[in-house]
């Protein structure tokens, strides 16, 4: 089977289970999220460890109340992380508060956009808003509510949020036309409740935290003219940890998450046309940070990650289970204070176990394989900008071609206001 044929076979069980495409989810980063989508790009770990921006503009980003972030690279000859991100805020009166979300995640991992509008009020027992989530299908607009006690900034923080996905959906499905008079109604409707804990000290952090999509099932039309209707159900939990504490000189972390889907389809009157789709992928990271001196910084760090994704018919059926250690040194050199760079080296081993009958021709791998990497990057600060740049520099005899030594590029910017 092509690869087009598969692709087209997973995105319809995907779109069936509710697709119309950390802070809060949605169906959308739930419906797109694959586990084998990432074999498209051999050295997908590799690239998503370089995407992200200098560890060390995480605090501005953090405490200022207006900001704008992107962070974006190379995964194949056709496609390219994205990760923009926007806060505002702006006072509602004396104490409450307005407060602009835009998030927008595009890579192997999944594809979804949020433009969340907030309306905080601070109370006696903590702080209480309200969320609207705006889409052009009305359908797929979301609200939530939010409880949060204690600063974001230091201190003890407890964040509780519940929303509710797609909340005009019903009401859209009967007062609309858009699948020929017929409506997609939700027979089960989808909601997420999130809970998250933080505490920040002068040399340490801790954060726990977990959302839930509950079960959601949602009638789908395939063709008006046909009076049947499929039965799309999709359900998914991502849950993290992260902590972090520095001592004589040394930074040193530890990070884990993971994150589950389940989708499937079933036709009203063809039952033996029952798809599901499970995919879950875990990972653990551990790192340090020392400086030498006053310029210079090492950074090492391991990461263990875990894909696995099981089909059946309609789709093509199979598992496939991927694993990658991948480790990264790195040696930063400051000579200013305002201009730094980068100098590092990557090196992933991933073991590949899968029951389709040609994964290659179907979603991209090349199986069990080892990928290799150097890197420079430079960065700096331009008023209230940073700029940072990675070049990666090829290890390994691909099975296809490579432009010299290039392996891919990765760009970041962030600013306050």
């Not at 730094?340 to 090196?347: D, E, P, V």
Request: glycine content about 10%; some cysteine; overall charge negative.
């Amino acid at each position: 089977m092509s690869a087009s044929r598969l692709a087209f076979a997973i995105a319809a069980c995907v779109a069936l289970a509710g697709v119309p495409g950390a802070g809060r989810a949605s169906t959308e980063e739930f419906a797109s999220f694959s586990a084998t989508a990432q074999e498209e790009d051999d050295e997908s770990l590799l690239d998503h460890a370089l995407t992200a921006p200098p560890s060390f503009w995480r605090d501005e980003w953090e405490r200022g109340p207006r900001a704008f972030r992107t962070s974006q690279g190379c995964l194949t000859s056709g496609q390219w992380i994205l990760v923009t991100q926007l806060k505002l805020e702006a006072p509602l009166g004396d104490r409450a508060r307005f407060g602009l979300e835009y998030l927008d995640d595009a890579s192997d991992r999944g594809q979804w956009e949020h433009f969340d509008l907030w309306f905080r009020f601070p109370t006696r027992v903590g702080r209480l808003s309200a969320m609207f989530r705006p889409f052009f299908d009305k359908s797929r607009q979301d609200f939530a509510v939010q409880w949060e006690t204690g600063a974001d900034t230091a201190g003890l923080h407890l964040q509780l949020t519940f929303g509710v996905e797609d909340m005009f959906n019903n009401l859209w499905a009967f007062r609309q036309t858009r699948v020929g008079n017929l409506s997609e109604p939700y027979e089960t409707h989808p909601y997420e409740p999130a809970a998250r804990v933080e505490w920040r000290g002068e040399h340490s952090r801790f954060e726990l935290g977990g959302r839930w999509l509950t079960v959601g099932e949602k009638q789908l039309i395939a063709d008006p003219a046909v009076p049947t209707f499929r039965l799309g159900t999709l359900w998914g939990a991502d849950a993290w940890g992260y902590a972090e504490t520095r001592a004589l000189a040394t930074d040193a972390w530890v990070t884990a998450r993971s994150k589950q889907v389940f989708s499937r389809f079933d036709h009203s009157k063809r039952p033996d046309s029952t798809g599901n789709d499970w995919r879950r992928q875990w990972s653990l990271e551990l790192g340090a940070r020392r400086a030498l001196g006053a310029r210079w910084t090492l950074e090492a760090r391991g990461i263990y990650q875990s894909r696995e994704q099981e089909t059946s018919t309609p789709l093509v059926p199979g598992r496939f289970e991927g694993l990658d250690r991948l480790l990264q040194l790195e040696l930063g050199w400051r000579p200013v204070a305002n201009f730094g760079t980068r100098f590092g080296g990557l090196h992933d081993r991933i073991g590949v176990t899968q029951s389709y009958p040609d994964p290659l021709n179907q979603y991209g791998s090349y199986g069990t394989r080892t990928e290799n990497r150097l890197y420079v990057g430079v960065w700096i600060r331009l008023g209230r900008v940073l700029l940072s740049g990675v070049e990666g520099i090829e290890l390994d005899d691909e099975p296809y071609d490579v432009s010299l030594i290039h392996d891919k590029g990765f760009v970041s910017l962030q600013t306050t206001f």
